[in-house]
Nanobody, 116 residues
Framework: QVQLVESGGGLVQAGGFLRLSCTAS????????AGWFRQALGKDRELVAT?????YYADFVKGRFTISRDNAKNTVYLQMNGLKPEDTAVYYC????????????WGQGTQVTVSS
């Protein structure tokens, strides 16, 4: 059974930083594509960053967020610097296989709240 467990969310002031972690069991990140998504209240879930060989970032986080992976710990991270109030959302970790474009595996989400 696949489980993705996120941690590291919280309340931070604008300009601050957080590091989110996503640890997997039942799959290995080095043969899956990992992604971070977020969903703000009343909005659709949106892609933040993916790790597929080289990282990909949504324009609204470029230069501020960094996705990384520790294969030994089977964990993917999202380092978030320069946080803005508009970054407030529930952040989700997802994983998919290389052959299927759909993310089939999701964590429970972790709340990030940025105060102004």
């Amino acid at each position: 059974q696949v489980q993705l467990v996120e941690s590291g969310g919280g309340l931070v002031q604008a300009g601050g930083f957080l590091r989110l972690s996503c640890t997997a069991s039942g799959l290995t990140f080095n043969n899956h594509i990992a992604g971070w998504f977020r969903q703000a209240l009343g909005k659709d879930r949106e892609l933040v960053a993916t790790m597929n060989g080289s990282p990909y970032y949504a324009d609204f986080v470029k230069g501020r967020f960094t996705i990384s992976r520790d294969n030994a710990k089977n964990t993917v991270y999202l380092q978030m610097n320069g946080l803005k109030p508009e970054d407030t959302a529930v952040y989700y970790c997802g994983a998919r296989t290389y052959s299927i474009a759909r993310y089939d595996y999701w964590g429970q989400g972790t709340q990030v709240t940025v105060s102004s």
